[in-house]
């Protein structure tokens, strides 16, 4: 049974920093991706980061592009969103999510994936 637990967040002034973290269990990783959505209240949810098992390739939303960082140890399993320079539109539920087959680019939300169970940020100017 796959389990995405994802911890970190919370509020932070606008120029700050958080870290999310989510934590794998009966995943497997290889050949695949996982990424980072966020959904603001009224939208949409949308792609922010993505990383890919095969050569560690990662990409980002323009909006984040310089800001956020995202890594996953193998050792123990888990994916990271360092977010930093926070701006108050990065407010939002954020969700870690895994594909459940291969071939999911790990961009569109639409997609067919394990989610973690969300986490809050909330950046104040």
């Known amino acids: 049974q796959v389990q995405l637990v994802q911890s970190g967040g919370g509020s932070a002034q606008a120029g700050g920093s958080l870290r999310l973290a989510c934590l794998s269990s009966g995943y497997t990783y290889s050949g695949r991706c996982m990424g980072w959505f966020r959904q603001a209240l009224g939208k949409e949810r949308e792609g922010v980061a993505r990383?890919?098992?095969?050569?560690?390739?990662?990409y980002y939303v323009d909006s984040v592009k310089g800001r956020f960082t995202i890594s996953r140890d193998n050792s123990n399993d888990t994916l990271y969103l360092q977010m930093n320079n926070l701006k108050p539109e990065d407010t939002g539920m954020y969700f870690c999510?895994?594909?459940?087959?291969?071939?999911?680019?790990?961009?569109?939300?639409?997609?067919?994936?394990?989610w973690g169970q969300g986490t809050q940020v909330t950046v104040s100017s």
């Open positions: 999510a895994a594909p459940r087959g291969y071939g999911t680019m790990c961009a569109d939300a639409k997609g067919n994936y394990y």
């Open positions: 990383i890919y098992a095969a050569e560690g390739r990662t």
